[in-house]
């Protein structure tokens, strides 16, 4: 695949099937991610791959925050609407969590989640050229306490992303408003 199929064909993926990805796929897409482009050359990024029991921990701490949200919102299938988000990790083989390190400088931060993201991006591009997919998560689970111990995230570092990672089932359809439409040409 080209880089730019890639990048045209690329989709977020929902719906993974059961083949198990290995760690060789993994060491592509970390070593694709380290090449982001960074101001400074600060490398604010770290990475934390989660397989296997720590997995299943994650998935449940996933559980425990859909449910105390769904509860809140006075859901009525909380206990259904939560027992789901756990299946969507317990289904995958593995979650890499992207970690941004803070800068006490609050530019730098910036900047420096702008390349995390870039990182992040090059690791679904990675995957993709090697037909694997990717799911770029964030919300509250990211800042979910045990969470945090159990990727061993500190006070001044942020997760970015909870990456799934996993062969695709189903690729979506995802349109785009076309960039003629977003695009002020100067002449
Ligand atoms: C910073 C960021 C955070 C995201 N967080 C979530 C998320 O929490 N849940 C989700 O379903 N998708 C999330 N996404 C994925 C977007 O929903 C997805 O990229 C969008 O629907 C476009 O689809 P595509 O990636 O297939 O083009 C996130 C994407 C980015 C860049």
Known sequence: ???????????????????PVSDDVIRLMLNAAIQAPNHHLSEPWRFV???GSSLKDLAHYRYEVALAKARKQNRPQAER???QAREDYAMLSVVIAVVQMLSDDPY??????????????????????????????????????????LCQVSNDERIVAFLRVGYPAVVPHVP????????????
């Open 81 to 83: 609407i939560a027992t």
């Open 49 to 51: 791959v989660i397989r």
């Open 1 to 19: 695949m080209d880089l730019y199929e890639g990048l045209i064909s690329r989709r977020t993926i929902h719906r993974f099937d059961n083949k």
């Open 108 to 149: 730098r931060q910036l900047e420096d989640y702008a390349a995390v993201s870039c990182a992040t991006y090059a690791m679904t591009l990675a995957a993709w050229n090697l037909g694997v997919g990717t799911y770029w998560g964030t919300g509250a689970i990211t800042r979910y306490p045990p969470a945090l111990q």
């Open 176 to 187: 785009r408003v076309p960039a003629e439409e977003k695009t002020l040409w100067l002449i």
